[in-house]
């Protein structure tokens, strides 16, 4: 195989991987100025505005269906929706063709996730087992990809592509144990008709996929309904956004080879028909490039195009709204006694310390064992390194953090443990990748 070809298959390979660390980057440093403006807001003579913004109620009425909530309960119940369904279209990707679509692509990423929400959690547990702050006992056991891949993206080309792909597929892995954690231990009480409803909905939708139903409106439409049965039933509401995304279809209607041939034959036609310098005024081009682009749809899969639609969505307003919505705390006070809560040392010793010793202890483990393949060009010194920066646990913290206490005393010092946590996660991640890098 020549150079040329290599590059082209190596640029193949990357390019998915490259635009996706691209719009999370982007969208992590968005996510810190939301975050940043939150504490100064709440902490600001325009303290109260903020607290009563979020706490306005805004009513939808569609006759037999009222919905009647605050603008943060629209956010974290109904925008984040949109959040969860990306994620798990992201997820049935890499179950499909990802990191995570073999055993031994996906044994690495998979040791480290499981060492990073076990031991996070018991650290927790071990400060607030049987006390107020019990329920809090998931915030600290996920990882926010967004503020990940932005500090990743401060490296530049030096950080490993591998060790890249390792911290992607781990955060997956990461969500998929999160929204596992949301599912069975959050939520309240339920309601069973609503609960039937939603199964009903649900496998209505997975007989249009099986019946190779490739409309995305169909599928919005059914997930809409889908989210108003999941919201009345007692089981968290952005779960649907998960189950959706594992009925939206997956497969190509037209092959690589033929969408080759179709496009071939066309491009020919429209270089034939070139008696017109402007497009609008030849039909026949102009029909050639509608036919060309309803081509290029086809030999993407809905999962593909839904996801490209969605992510620029999520991560440039959605994400940047709900840390708007919930980041903000007021440190004035007793900042120390705060710190020094059970429920605050539990999540900074558990996403600090828990996170980083059980991501690398695991990876290490599994390599030692040989259950997975070490790294290549990436030394245990990064490998701790990025262990520290998937420490940074910020969107689905607050998330969780929000299900767990009802309390605005609770919430509020768990919030200070979650930002302190991921700004000394952060400050050291960053510090010693650096150095472990230098080594390679």
């Known amino acids: 195989m020549n150079n040329s070809n290599r590059t082209s298959r190596i640029n193949n390979i990357l390019s998915p991987i490259q635009r996706f660390l691209h719009t999370e980057a982007s969208g992590g440093i968005i996510l810190l100025v939301f975050t940043i403006i939150a504490l100064i807001w709440a902490n600001s003579k325009l303290s109260e505005s903020y607290f009563k913004l979020w706490k306005h109620y805004v009513s939808l009425d569609f006759g037999i269906i009222q919905l009647k909530y605050s603008l943060s309960h629209w956010i974290n119940d109904g925008l984040m929706v949109l959040f969860f369904l990306v994620v798990g279209l992201e997820i049935k990707r890499e179950l499909i063709a990802g990191e995570l679509s073999s055993l031994k692509k996906a044994t690495l990423p998979i040791a480290g996730a499981i060492g990073g929400m076990l031991l996070p959690a018991l650290i927790y547990l071990i400060f607030n087992f049987g006390k107020e702050g019990m329920p809090g ?20 080309q030096r950080f490993p592509v591998q060790l890249k792909i390792f911290v992607l597929a781990l955060a997956i892995v990461d969500d998929i ?35 190779k139903v490739r409309n995305l ?26 189950l959706l995304a594992f009925v939206i279809p997956a497969k190509q209607k037209i092959d690589k080879q033929k969408f080759l041939e179709n496009s071939k034959q066309l491009l020919e036609e429209f270089n034939k028909n070139d008696d017109e310098e402007d497009i609008l005024k030849d039909e026949k081009r102009l029909n050639i490039v ?17 996801e490209n ?43 600090f310390l828990g996170k980083q010793i059980g991501i690398f202890a695991f990876s290490y483990l599994a390599i030692k064992f040989k259950i997975a393949a070490k790294m290549e060009s990436v030394n245990y010194l990064t490998l701790y390194g990025a262990s520290i920066i998937c420490a940074i ?32 996660s952060a400050i050291f991640g ?3 990748t650096k150095v472990g890098m230098n080594r390679i």
């Open 137 to 156: 006992w998931g915030i600290p056991m996920a990882t926010d990809i967004a503020f990940v891949v932005g500090l990743i993206s401060l490296f530049g």
């Open 177 to 211: 144990g999160a929204i596992l954690v949301i599912a069975i231990f959050y939520t309240k009480e339920i309601s069973t008709t609503s609960l039937i409803l939603a199964m009903i909905i649900l496998g209505l939708l997975v007989l249009l996929n099986k019946l």
């Open 217 to 242: 409106l169909v599928y919005t439409i059914g997930g809409v309904f889908l989210w108003l049965a999941v919201l009345k039933s007692g089981v968290h509401a952005t779960i649907a956004g998960v």
């Open 290 to 306: 509608f036919e060309l682009e309803k081509r290029c749809e086809n030999v993407l899969t809905p999962l593909q195009r839904l």
């Open 309 to 351: 639609n969605l992510h620029p969505w999520v991560s440039f307003f959605i994400i940047p709204l709900f840390a708007l919505a919930n980041a903000g705390v007021q440190l004035s006070g007793s900042l120390t006694m705060n710190v020094l809560h059970p429920i605050s040392i539990g999540i900074i010793l558990g996403l």
């Open 393 to 424: 646990g910020f969107t689905m913290s607050l998330f969780i953090a929000n299900l767990a206490f009802e309390s605005n005393t609770l919430l509020d010092i768990s919030k200070i443990g979650i930002l302190l946590a991921s700004l000394v």
């Open 430 to 432: 960053y510090i010693v």
